[in-house]
């Protein structure tokens, strides 16, 4: 876990933290279902790595944006409610099949990877560092999805029709990623204005159309909300199972 020691973060940097931590946590609990479900025993693994690096990051992000208000990261990913997380709505949607999973974790790894990229510059230290060594992570987290996006759309018929069925329905959340929030524009020099990362996030897909010849839809018609904590209905469900364990024994150690 990345924390610089004695390092506090202010109202506003712990919120930003909160946005990208909430994201990882989310993330990393959907993924670790596939463990002991995936489609081969290789990207079991893969999978389950991918997730223990998300939750990696979740832990360094939450345990900062704890310094602004006394909480742990445990205070934080196990006892606030649905309307507290500020993650975004792609990542809370359902695991689906395979291909609903590889097309909402391809999104997320290729926005994670340019969001961390440029997060290394931040004016803030603490987070600076986090984002420093999780590009080293997301890069390779990026590199497995478009591999695997690759083998199921130039796969069977039936593999590139799932791919595309996904697409449909996991394609809607994007946008919410690139919505610029107030609190951006609070944190100028800090945060990374999530508008600028778009123009790489589509030469990447672009790039995948022109290789496969599969197309991404075109419109961003969800709503989002996930930063000011509104969620669709699968988070709630999510949550429950994330944090029944810490709730029913509190305090319990093993």
Do not use: C
Not at 65 to 74: L, Q, S
Not at 87 to 108: C, I, K, M, W
Not at 113 to 141: C, F, M, N, P, W
């Amino acid at each position: 876990m990345v924390m610089r020691e004695g390092a506090v973060a202010t109202d506003d940097i712990a919120e930003y933290a909160l946005w990208l931590g909430d994201d990882a946590l989310i993330l990393a609990q959907q993924l670790g279902w596939w463990v002991s479900r995936a489609p081969e025993l290789e990207e079991d693994v893969a999978l389950a790595n991918i997730a223990l690096d998300l939750l990696g990051h979740s832990r360094s992000l939450l345990s900062y944006a704890g310094t602004a208000t006394g909480r742990t990261e445990d205070d934080l990913a196990y006892w606030r409610g649905e309307r507290e997380f500020r993650s975004n709505q792609l990542v809370e949607q359902p695991n689906g099949d395979y291909a609903h999973t590889l097309v909402r974790q391809l999104a997320a790894a290729v926005y994670m990877l340019e969001l961390y990229t440029r997060l290394q510059a931040s004016g803030d230290e603490t987070l600076a560092a986090i984002a420093a060594k999780a590009v080293k992570e997301v890069e390779y987290h990026q590199e497995h999805t478009v591999e695997w996006f690759r083998r199921l759309a130039l796969g069977t018929t039936e593999s590139r029709s799932r791919l595309e069925a996904a697409l449909e329905h996991v394609w809607p959340y994007v946008g919410e990623l690139f919505r610029d929030e107030p609190l951006i524009d609070r944190l100028d020099g800090i945060a990374v204005r999530p508008s600028e990362l778009r123009p790489a996030f589509d030469e990447v897909m672009a790039g995948l159309t022109a290789e496969t010849g599969v197309e991404f839809p075109p419109d961003d018609v969800a709503r989002g909300g996930g930063r000011r904590g509104w969620h669709t209905e699968h988070l709630a469900l999510l949550l429950a199972e994330m944090q029944v364990l810490a709730r029913e024994h509190p305090g319990a150690t093993w």
